[in-house]
């Protein structure tokens, strides 16, 4: 129902992701009751729509019902899948069940006793019958699993050292060997320049040198790569025939923080976005999420200035860098000059542990630094 998740649905149609496969708990229920009021949506011709293939009318309740619609969701490799499950919410609960009183409220210790003697439930709170664990414990499937995997990559590893030492390092979050020597010359020489420039233009510098630097770097833009300056000269952008390392992600701002929080968090690539200042409005509830998750995402968001001219004021930022100041476990970086912009990038790339936002100028700056050579 929500519509910014509809930004990372469509972009995953597009961009045909067949290992992506989603459940849709079709209840009919939201808090404030019965939905026919305020949702008559076609789902399922929605999510066609957007190029999903889509697995209609599965008994939600019914387990092998609905390991076969997985299955089938599996076998296509081309396009992400929707599951659309019908169920009750609260079913078995006596005088709860299909109600939207066992969406967000406990049903009572006396509730919970009935629903436990209609559904024939005899263990008391917290217990979990021996065979019950026992079909759901995936630990020794999941030994026998990652026990073959170590196994292949030993093969790998044996065959291709250089490929899998890369591989774990960036697995593992660490930097390459020659960061700091090159990072150090790069803000050497950014100190000594006497080029006056705008900000996001010098951010530019700093990810192409970055790039090249860091081959898990991976860019994007909510469909302002040319005016927030992220997209580099040998960037290749990511398509449905193939990869890359820079995501067109639409008018999508919501969906590309989300998007760059999932990159994160499954390892191996370092996710920047950009777009203006102004627009972090759209993406603020990612930004969040990133904070509270600890995760060293990058926002590349431009055009912070009250003097921007000729786009008015719905792009002129007032209040929106106090207002992210106040997010707890987020940088903000409004570096004053080309130097700044490079210390800035470097940070944001050490900190794996929370975002980062570099609030960037539309308009030159001159260089205000006496030269230097690390941020450290």
Known sequence: MEGVSHEACSLAGTLGLGKLIALYDDNGISIDGHVEGWFADDTPKRFEAYGWQVIPDVDGHDIDAVDAAIA???????????????????????????????????????????????????????????????????????????????????????????????????????????????????IAAASKGSESMPTRRASLKAVEMLADALPELVGGSADLASSCLTKWDDAKPVTAKSGGDFVYFGVREFGMGAIMNGMFLHGGVRPFGGTYVMFSEYARNAIRMAALMKIGVVYALTHDSIALGEDGPTHQPIEQLSSLRLMPNLDLWRPCDAAETAIAWEFAIRNRNHPTILALSRQSLPLSHTPMTSSR
Not at 118 to 133: H, L, M, Q, R, S
Not at 158 to 180: H, I, T, V, Y
């Open 72 to 186: 089938k969701a599996k076998e296509n490799t081309s396009q992400p899948t929707l599951i659309c499950c019908k169920t009750t919410i609260g079913k078995g609960s006596p005088s709860k069940a299909g109600s939207e009183d066992s969406h967000g409220n406990p049903l009572g210790d006396e509730e919970i006793e009935r629903t436990r003697a209609a559904i024939g439930w005899p263990y008391g709170p917290f217990e979990i019958p021996e065979t019950v664990y026992k079909a759901w414990s995936a630990v020794d499937s999941g030994k026998a699993l990652e026990d073959d995997w170590n196994k292949r990559f030993a093969v790998y590893e044996a065959a291709f050292p250089q490929e899998a030492a890369e591989f774990r390092r960036r697995m593992q979050g660490e930097l390459p060997a020659d960061f700091d020597e090159r990072m150090t010359t790069f």
